[in-house]
């Protein structure tokens, strides 16, 4: 199936750093979705973006839909221990149908 | 509001065996969705089901099956497993085929030896 370029794959930042990646498409999306999953857990919804150009925050989180509708990106400002986990971006279709990242795997080093 | 929830949540089954996931959506949502995590191809959408009806499938052999019931619970059926089926296999709800939002369970650990 189809995936998206995630990048970076990894990262190993120290605590109070922000971190940035970002998702890019060969192909346009409806909607961008960030999600971020623990070990032996299923992946849990951090930011929906809906449209072109929308920028959205929760919390320490900032994500962005690009304007070509092609990528995303996501930012986590003044990073701490538990944003430690793998983070995934989702892109839905007109199809209606979602394709994922390959995954960003953050660790934060106290 | 209950999340998704995913039974059982690990399981070990032989090769050649056949084996069934469970998966109960968040109340009132009516598509549920099925994927498959492992570390060397990521997450793949299996299928999903939207009003007791398969609306997409993903690249995956016959083997890989599913149905949702009137209540929007789903069950996944996996025949003659393969040492490659083994992987962490994630339903998703959300409230409609369109709905932007999808929301993930936590998963079934399957290993099939």
């Known amino acids: 199936g189809q995936q998206l370029n995630q990048s970076p794959q990894s990262m190993f930042i120290q605590e109070g750093e922000d971190v940035s990646m970002n998702c890019t498409s060969s192909?346009?999306?409806?909607?961008w979705l960030w999600y971020k999953q623990d070990p032996g857990e299923g992946p849990v919804l951090l930011i929906a973006?809906?449209?072109?150009?929308e920028l959205t925050s929760n919390g320490r989180l900032t994500a962005q839909f690009g304007i070509t509708r092609k990528d995303s990106f996501l930012n986590i400002s003044a990073s701490i221990p538990s944003d430690v986990g793998i983070y995934f971006c989702a892109g839905q279709n007109t199809g209606n149908q979602f394709y994922f990242g390959t995954g960003t795997s953050l660790t934060v080093i106290p | 509001k209950a999340g998704v929830t995913q039974t059982p949540r690990y399981l070990i089954k032989t090769r050649g065996q056949q084996v069934t996931l469970s998966c109960s959506p968040i109340s009132g949502h009516r598509s549920v969705s099925w994927y498959q995590q492992t570390p060397g191809q990521g997450l793949q959408f299996l299928f999903e089901?939207?009003?007791?009806?398969?609306?997409n499938k993903g690249n995956f052999p016959g083997r890989f099956s599913g149905r949702q019931f009137s209540n929007s619970r789903s069950e996944m059926n996996v025949s003659t497993l393969e040492l490659g089926d083994s992987a962490l296999y994630l339903c998703?709800?959300?409230?409609?085929?369109?709905?932007?939002?999808?929301?993930f369970g936590p998963g079934t650990r399957l290993t099939v030896t």
């Open positions: 973006l809906y449209k072109a150009g």
């Open positions: 192909s346009i999306f409806n909607t």
């Open positions: 998703a709800s959300r409230k409609g085929q369109v709905a932007y939002e999808q929301y």
């Open positions: 089901y939207f009003s007791e009806t398969q609306r």
